[in-house]
């Protein structure tokens, strides 16, 4: 069973940027697509961005031109670069595959405040 970990979370302005990392036990090649998911406060989880083994790309609307997410398979890592943000972003974020799988890591907390 492939273990996740996030990190990179933080307290940033709203305007300011965040690069969030995933590292995998295993291989995400072999995964196939992966995904960034976040949820709110009161919220339901959601998938915010995903990327497929070939490197095609998807966004939530709320995101669009705003966050971009990547993924080397040979260091088995998924990264989120998140610009411009909202405090709308708060949420703690989670990578998984897309469509998710059972196992969740602890996540990332960002909080986008001034």
């Known amino acids: 069973q492939v273990q996740l970990v996030e990190s990179g979370g933080g307290l940033v302005q709203p305007g300011g940027s965040l690069r969030l990392s995933c590292a995998a036990s295993?291989?995400?090649?072999?995964?196939?697509?992966m995904g960034w998911y976040r949820q709110a406060p009161g919220k339901q989880r959601e998938l915010v961005a995903a990327?497929?083994?070939?490197?095609?790309?998807s966004y939530v609307d709320s995101v669009k031109g705003r966050f971009t997410i990547s993924r080397d398979n040979a260091k088995n890592t998924v990264y989120l670069q998140m610009n411009s943000l909202k405090p709308e972003d708060t949420a703690v974020y989670y990578c998984?595959?897309?469509?998710?799988?059972?196992?969740w890591g602890k996540g990332t907390l960002v909080t986008v405040s001034s």
């Open positions: 990327i497929t083994r070939g490197g095609s790309t």
């Open positions: 998984n595959a897309a469509p998710f799988m059972p196992n």
């Open positions: 295993g291989s995400i090649f072999a995964i196939g697509a």
